[in-house]
């Protein structure tokens, strides 16, 4: 079945660590997308990519990088100048960007230790 | 204001109600609306996808566009406890295809 895997499921970051987190799709779309989802706020953009080799930021880049060097995959590495990084974080994909629904991954839990 | 207010709820109604969540937007740019499904610790699952006014029906699930009042709204008839989850409204627009989301309704159908 065609979808979207994000690893890991939980994630642990220390003080002054960056982490990755995985999302690959093999749905063939081409526009992917990051999110972060905190308690009673919508998903927020935080990078999206609408080709490979290229990328935007969204609304909220800071502390956060991305790369797209195959179609299929989109890491997200949350560095050390996030300063509030934990959240649940849900990756997408889309066959365009805007007009086309996005179809949502089962997301990574990011926790501070 | 925020672009897109959705009452958090909790909301919690017996099995057999009809649900009805709704969502009012400022941005009259947008032209396309879904309505999104979140279980506990999971993705949200697209449950409804329209473009600009109208009706789309799919089962027990209905959602509506009213444009010009900006609201959009999803009924769910003979409600269910496999319906418990969070409900999360989302739109973009059509040039830049910015798409913005609710902050979720959550809904508990009790047996």
């Known amino acids: 079945d065609g979808g979207i895997t994000q690893s890991p499921k939980y994630l642990f970051r220390k003080e002054g660590q960056n982490v990755t987190l995985s999302c690959e799709q093999n749905?063939?779309?081409?526009?992917m997308y990051w999110y972060r989802q905190d308690p009673g706020q919508g998903l927020r953009l935080i990078y999206y990519?609408?080709?490979?080799?290229?990328?935007q930021k969204g609304d909220i880049a800071e502390g956060y990088s991305v790369s797209r060097e195959k179609k299929e995959s989109f890491p997200l590495t949350v560095t050390s100048a996030q300063k509030n990084p934990t959240a649940f974080y849900l990756c997408?994909?889309?066959?365009?960007?805007?007009?086309?629904?996005?179809?949502f991954g089962d997301g990574t839990r990011l926790s501070i230790l | 204001q925020k672009e897109v207010e959705q009452d958090p709820g909790p909301l919690s109604v017996p099995e057999g109600a009809i649900v009805s969540l709704n969502c009012t937007y400022s941005?009259?740019?947008?032209?396309?609306f879904m309505w999104y499904r979140q279980y506990s610790r999971k993705g949200p699952e697209l449950l409804m996808y329209?473009?600009?006014?109208g009706n789309k029906e799919d089962g027990r699930f209905t959602a509506q566009v009213d444009k010009s009042s900006k609201y959009i709204s999803l009924f769910i008839r003979d409600s269910q406890p496999s319906d418990s989850a969070t409900y999360l409204c989302?739109?973009?627009?059509?040039?830049?295809?910015?798409?913005?989301f609710g902050a979720g309704t959550r809904l508990t159908v009790k047996p």
């Open positions: 989302a739109m973009s627009e059509e040039v830049s295809g910015d798409m913005r």
């Open positions: 941005n009259s740019a947008f032209q396309y």
């Open positions: 990519s609408q080709i490979v080799n290229d990328f």
């Open positions: 997408a994909s889309s066959r365009g960007q805007g007009r086309q629904p996005q179809h």
């Open positions: 749905l063939n779309h081409d526009a």
């Open positions: 329209t473009y600009s006014s």
